[in-house]
């Protein structure tokens, strides 16, 4: 079992940043890939973007490539998202998700396969 805790969101102008994160614990943290969803007012979940076991390879959105960074730091058991120029259409609910299953150092962003999630964070991105 391994429960994650979100935190970081909150209430920010068109063109401003927020860093959340997403502390692990219950298991290895290093085992599992982790990814970040996001799911907007009356919108079904989207992924955002994933990282691997090792944090060495990272997959994003294209909606949020070249505006967002996953990191991950194995020895805090914490995955961040770094979100820059963020738009009003970034206004979503965000979850942090881990993936015991997928295979070798790589990424997984399809929702279904994850095995743990968070119980979100809310991002409100104003005009």
């Known amino acids: 079992q391994v429960q994650l805790v979100e935190s970081g969101g909150g209430l920010v102008q068109a063109g401003g940043s927020l860093r959340l994160s997403c502390a692990a614990s219950?298991?290895?943290?290093?085992?599992?890939?982790m990814g970040w969803f996001r799911r907007a007012p009356g919108k079904e979940r989207d992924f955002a973007s994933a990282?691997?076991?090792?944090?060495?390879?990272?997959y994003y959105a294209d909606s949020v490539k070249g505006r967002f960074t996953i990191s991950r730091d194995n020895a805090k058991n914490t995955v961040y998202l770094q979100m820059d120029s963020l738009k009003p259409e970034d206004t979503a609910v965000y979850y942090c998700?881990?993936?015991?299953?997928?295979?070798?150092?790589?990424?997984?962003?399809?929702?279904?396969?994850?095995?743990?999630w968070g119980q979100g964070t809310q991002v409100t991105v104003s005009s």
């Open positions: 219950g298991r290895t943290f290093s085992n599992y890939a």
């Open positions: 998700a881990a993936d015991r299953q997928v295979a070798g150092d790589s990424y997984q962003s399809d929702a279904r396969f994850y095995d743990y």
């Open positions: 990282i691997s076991r090792s944090g060495d390879v990272t």
